[in-house]
Each structure stands twice: as C-alpha cells, then as structure tokens.
C-alpha cells in the first residue's frame, strides 16, 4: 500500500508516521525538509523534497498513491486564507489528476461554518475544494477530520504559563473540545489504511471531554506545580496587540477569528459520540510535553 503524508514532521505527522511504519507501510512523505526526515527514520521512509504550491512537483509525487493524509500548512504569506485555498486547489488537482482512492483532510471544528472563523475559514477552502473536484468530479473518496483546539497550542503560551496567567479571547468559563495531536494521528492513520469507505465523510476528533479555559489552566497548573489563571481580553485590546506586533490585517482577522467565530452559541456539526471522542487526557499530554518544554523534569 503506497501512502503519501504531507507535513510529516508536523504536531499530527510525526505521529502518524510513527503508525504507519509499526503497520508495515513505508510511507511517502512530501516535506519541504526531507534530509530531516531521513535522518529521523531512515529506509522506513520514503522522503520527497515537495512544496504544496509546485503542481507539478505535487503531481509528481502522489502518483501511483492508495492513500493521502493532507494537512494544509499555514502559509507564509499576508493572507492565510488565500494561502490555504491556493494549496487546496493545486492537491486536489493532483490527486483528481492521480485517480488517489482516498483522502483524508486535517481540519478543523468550525469549518462548517465557511466564513467567519478566521484562518480556519481557509481550512474550509480546502473541503469545499476537494468536494467539487476529488469527490464531484472525480468520483474519489474524502475525509475531513474536524479536529478540536490542539493540546500543543499551549506550548505558544509558555511565557504566560511561566508568568502565571494566560490571556484569551474566549468566555473564559466556556466549554469547547481539546485533543492531543497523537489521537488526530491514530485516527488518521486507521483511516488511510483502511479501503472501507467511500465518498464523502465527515468525522470529528473531539478528545476525551470538553474543557473550558478555566478547566485547562487548573489542569496546567497541577501538572506544572504553579498556580495558573486565565484572563479574558477584550477583542479590541488584541487586535490591537497584533497589529503593533507587525501582523497584516488580514492576518490579525484570521488570528481573532479562530476565537471570535467559535463563540456566541457556535456548536460543532459533529457531535461528540463514541466516535469522535479520543482518550488521551489534558493531563497526560501535559506530563509528557508541556513540562519538558518549560524545562521541568521528574
């Protein structure tokens, strides 16, 4: 079985190559890097230098595939938005073009929503994309995975995490679905290995519960051993931190809006059931990534 992985080195992707090596599969990844990932895991891989907006280059390399595990990188440029949708246009050719069985995309919860939710409305670009062209007009089968908020998001609040307080966009008290990278990846990996599906399908990965900011940061700092709290910021205040950061207006919009657009009643598409949940705990991944990256040991 020939599976191609795009962003291999990835929160998700280094996972999920993990997977698919155990099960016997030497996967293709497609990265801008590929020397790393030779060094990291040898023959067991097949490695290809592939930037997602060279056509042909991605043309190239998903020929003669069985499966692909497409995550859409954010793009360097001003507007995200436009960067994703531009990477969407050019796989989905390729894989329309390749005649790739399945696909399976890593979204985002709140892509359903299309507009509105800031650099996930790129995300939802790339669903509408592979719909019309891998799915409509070619007939080929597609997952998106509507993932939950990352576990490793945290890993960009450090300094707050050290400081003792975090600052958000959110109601600080409002619930919403966390997820551990290594759970989106077994999901994925039972997805591209699997030849029973067909069509287009949606399926959430939600973790193991939803979790308010709150929650989160009390869950922080038992693991931690430090007292954490959470501040809610007012939106005005952080598009204004964003901008004197530097960031483009469409890039501070696409940053806000990942919060702004997941709040006021928003509930995912997919509920949580048997399906979408995954195990892996708040706590767990914070024992085992969130302490060594604070350098914490013991």
């Keep these: 079985m020939e599976i191609a992985v795009t962003a291999p080195a990835g929160n998700v992707g280094r996972f999920l190559v993990g997977h698919l090596v155990r099960a016997g ?5 497609l990265s801008r890097h590929p020397e790393r990932l030779r060094a990291a895991w040898g023959d067991l891989v097949d490695a290809r230098e592939v930037d997602l ?5 991605v043309s190239q390399a998903t020929r003669g595939v069985d499966a692909l595990f497409l995550v859409v990188p954010p793009g360097d440029g001003d507007d995200p938005v436009a960067a994703y949708a531009e990477v969407g246009k050019v796989v989905a050719a390729a894989v329309a073009g390749n005649g790739v069985p399945r696909t399976v995309l890593q979204s985002s919860v709140g892509a359903e929503l299309r507009e509105g939710a800031g650099e996930i409305d790129g995300l939802a670009r790339v669903e509408q994309t592979l719909d019309r062209v891998v799915v409509g007009e070619a007939g080929l089968a597609v997952t998106h995975l509507r993932c939950g908020f990352f576990y490793s998001n945290l890993l960009y609040e450090l300094d707050g995490i050290r400081a003792g307080e975090v600052s958000v966009l959110l109601p ?5 679905a966390w997820v551990a990278p290594a759970d989106i990846a077994a999901v994925g990996a039972s997805l591209v290995l699997s030849r029973d599906w067909s069509g287009r399908r949606v399926q959430a990965v939600h973790g193991p519960g939803d979790l308010s900011w709150e929650e989160a940061v009390a869950v922080v700092g038992e693991v931690v051993g430090r007292t954490v709290t959470v501040r809610r910021v007012a939106d005005e ?8 950061a530097g960031l483009s207006p ?3 919009e696409a940053v806000m809006g990942m919060s702004t657009g997941l ?3 928003f509930v995912p598409e997919q509920p949580r059931t048997a399906v979408t ?5 708040l706590g767990a991944w914070a024992w085992a990534e969130l302490r060594p ?6």
């Design 53 to 57: 907006r060279d056509a042909g280059a």
């Design 250 to 252: 469409a890039r501070v």
């Design 263 to 265: 709040r006021d009643g």
């Design 172 to 176: 600080t008290g409002m619930p919403f």
């Design 293 to 298: 990256a604070l350098g914490l040991t013991g």
């Design 277 to 281: 949940t995954t195990d892996t705990t």
């Design 25 to 29: 599969v030497r996967p293709r990844l």
């Design 237 to 244: 205040d952080m598009r204004a931190a964003l901008t004197g």
